[in-house]
């Protein structure tokens, strides 16, 4: 398995930009998918968007056009660009990893990290 750290996350104005880092340790990091998630209170984890070892990306349509997945394999560390960030976007976001899926269900990722915390004030 892969340790992940998210950072970045904070609060923001509705309209506003942020990026999520995660760092991965470990040296197969590249042979991973990367995917983003999150959960607001109350709610279920949430897929937002995945990125394969040969960068392919997918996203949940909640989010297509609004936030990017992106992954520097020399650094070990996946991103998260999101832009125009609404008061629904609040929750807490964790990035996650898995060897061989690259779906939507949470439950088949292998690692996980704490979570950071994005708040979007109207």
């Known amino acids: 398995q892969v340790q992940l750290v998210e950072s970045g996350g904070t609060s923001v104005q509705a309209g506003g930009s942020l990026r999520l880092s995660c760092a991965a340790s470990?040296?197969?990091?590249?042979?991973?998918?990367m995917g983003w998630f999150r959960q607001a209170p109350g709610k279920e984890r949430e897929f937002l968007a995945a990125i394969s070892w040969t960068a392919r990306t997918y996203y949940a349509d909640s989010v297509k056009g609004r936030f990017t997945i992106s992954r520097d394999n020399a650094k070990n560390t996946v991103y998260l660009q999101m832009n125009s960030l609404k008061p629904e976007d609040t929750a807490v976001y964790y990035c996650?990893?898995?060897?061989?899926?690259?779906?939507?269900?949470?439950?088949?990722?292998?690692?996980w990290g704490h979570g950071t915390q994005v708040t979007v004030s109207s």
């Open positions: 470990g040296r197969t990091f590249s042979r991973y998918v």
């Open positions: 996650a990893a898995s060897l061989d899926y690259s779906g939507t269900d949470y439950r088949r990722y292998d690692s």
